[in-house]
C-alpha cells in the first residue's frame, strides 16, 4: 500500500525552563526516587500562565517548514492532534493556521489523545494516495498545566520560598499519579508526496474500544447544565481521572499485538525494523512493550526522562531529535506505535 508519502520536514518546541522531581515534592508528597522509580521522568517542561497549544505549535510548525524548505502557503492540509486545545471550540488548527498564515488551507483537529499520531499518518496517507493533497503539515501540541492540581505555581518554581496549604498540597497528592507524567511541548512534522520507489506508509493497524473510555478521561463536559459550575472546581472534575494499573494493562497487552500484526500485513519482520518509535507515556510501559516484542533497547529510543508524557507530541518531538541528531535516516524502515484515551491504539510501518 506504499504511497510515497514520506517525511521531509520536522520541529518541536518547548516552553520554559525544565521542572525536575525535586520541584513537584514542593507542593505534594512525592520524590525524586518515587517518580523515577514508577515512570522514569526527571524533568518536564510547563506552559507559563496565558500560553496554549497553538502557540506552542507555532514555532515548532515554523520549524518544521524550514527544515522541509516550504512555506506556509505550499501546504495542502493542516492536521492538529492535541487533547488540550486553545479553546472547548472551535479547535486549535484554525488559530495555528492563521497564525502561519495558510489561510483557506483546511485545518482539522484530531482528538485521539496520546495514540493521534498514529491516525494522522493514516490520514495524511489517504489525503496524499487519493490526490487530495501533496503536503501535510501534522502537528501534536500539548498544553497540560492547566489540568495540573496544584495552586501554587511560584512555590513549584521556586520563585516563592513556602509550602502550600494543606489542603492544597493534600489535594496535589491525590492526584499524583497522574500529575507526575504529564508536561507540555510541541512536534511537527510536513509529510509530502516522494517520486522515491520504496518510501512511504507499508501498514496500518489502527483500533479503538469505547468500553473503556473511563479508565483515563476528564468528568467535566457537556453532560451538565451548565458545563462548568463552583462544583466542577469543588469536586475536581477538570482534572484527569486515570485508572493507572488498567492502563498499564492495555498498553502492554495491546501495542505488542499490533506491532506484530502491522509487520506481518508488511510481511517484514521484527529483525528488518530500523527503529521501533513509542508513544512516551511511561518508561516502564515501552521497557514492557519492548521485552515483550523480544526487541533490542537501542532500537526503542526515548526521551521521557527529559520531557515526561507531552501525549500527542511525544512522537513528532522524538522524530525531530532523532532527525536532526543524524539517527533518523532515510531508507529506514520505522515502527510507529502508541495507545491512548478512548481507547485508542494502533501501529504504523513506514520506509521513510
Known sequence: MTTGLRITGSGHYLPGPPIDNHALARVMDTSDEWIRQRTGIESRHFCPEGQGASDLALPAAQRALESAGIAPEDLDYVLFNTMTPDYLFPGSAPVLADRLGCIGVPALDLRAQCAAMIYSFQLANALIASGEAERVLVVGAEAHAGFMPWRDWDILAGERNAAPSPEDRERATRHRALAIIFGDGAGALVLERSPRPGCGILALDVHTDGRFVKKLYIPAGFRTRPFISERTVQEDTWIPSMD?????????????????????????????????????????????????????????PSNIARLGNTSAATIPILVDEMRRDGRLRDGQLVCFLALGAGVHWGSVLMRI
Open 244 to 300: 493507572g494499573r488498567d492502563v498499564f494493562r492495555q498498553a502492554v497487552t495491546l501495542l505488542p499485538q499490533s506491532v506484530r500484526r502491522v509487520c506481518h500485513k508488511a510481511g517484514v519482520t521484527l529483525e528488518q525494523v530500523d527503529w521501533f518509535i513509542a508513544h512516551q507515556a511511561n518508561q516502564r510501559i515501552n521497557d514492557a512493550v519492548r521485552e515483550r516484542l523480544g526487541v533490542p533497547e537501542h532500537k526503542v
